[in-house]
């Protein structure tokens, strides 16, 4: 079993939707939560960093997680077809001292006009 | 500000030689880690350098090695290359200041191995 699971997708949405991007671990000792874009062949592009349980807004993007759950997501609101991307979740365990991030395999997401 | 810089941008080899991947943080960042991100799927943790140690490895062979220079850019070395070497490599860098858990990528290296 992977210690992070993430549904590959790919995942079609129109203009406009809701999106909801989600991931589950096993390590209860993740502290660290980040959601990565990618482009296609370009490096991850940090979008949203959350310590520990709770939720965070960005604009169009809110990021949730939910510890006694083991799962956290991403929502983008108001999608749009420049948010076509894959999207990676990582997670950091705090005794690895912000080194160490485990990733997802990534959703793709596709956004149409 | 120049974010995280890579060279070359791609690179094609032969199995069994050698090759060496170059990483530039980005300014005010001290801390390096290289990534395999293979087709498909997402990065892989291959080790961490901080102050010209190696802090932290992933479960890669020896046959993965790296440095840090002084100047805090890094390079990765691969040798023997095995044709399952194939992959996007990437470097990430973070500070110690505040946001330390934070890690930025460059745009990678794609290694192709024939």
């Known amino acids: 079993q992977k210690e992070v699971e993430q549904d590959p997708g790919p995942l079609s949405v129109p203009e406009g939707a809701i999106v909801s991007l989600n991931c589950t671990y096993s390590n209860s000792a993740f502290q660290y939560f980040m959601w990565y874009r990618q482009y296609s062949r370009k490096g991850p592009e940090l979008l949203m960093y959350t310590y520990s349980s709770g939720n965070k807004e960005d604009g169009r993007f809110t990021a949730q997680v939910d510890k006694s759950s083991k799962y956290i997501s991403l929502f983008i609101r108001d999608s749009q077809p420049s948010d076509s991307a894959t999207y990676l979740c990582a997670m950091s365990a705090k005794y690895n001292q912000g080194g160490k991030l485990i990733f997802g395999q990534g959703t793709e997401l596709s956004v149409k006009p | 500000d120049a974010g995280v810089t890579q060279s070359p941008t791609h690179l094609i080899k032969t199995r069994g030689q050698q090759v060496t991947l170059r990483c530039s943080p980005k300014s005010g960042h001290d801390t390096v880690s290289w990534y395999q991100q293979a087709l498909g799927q997402g990065p892989q943790f291959i080790f961490q350098?901080?102050?010209?140690?190696?802090?932290q490895r992933g479960n890669f062979p020896d046959r993965f090695s790296g440095h840090q220079f002084p100047n805090y850019s890094s390079e990765l070395n691969v040798n023997a290359l095995l044709l399952g070497d194939s992959a996007l490599y990437l470097c990430?860098?973070?500070?110690?200041?505040?946001?330390?858990?934070?890690?930025?990528f460059g745009p990678g290296t794609r290694l192709t191995v024939t």
């Open positions: 350098y901080y102050e010209e140690e190696e802090r």
């Open positions: 990430a860098s973070r500070g110690d200041r505040g946001r330390s858990y934070e890690q930025y």
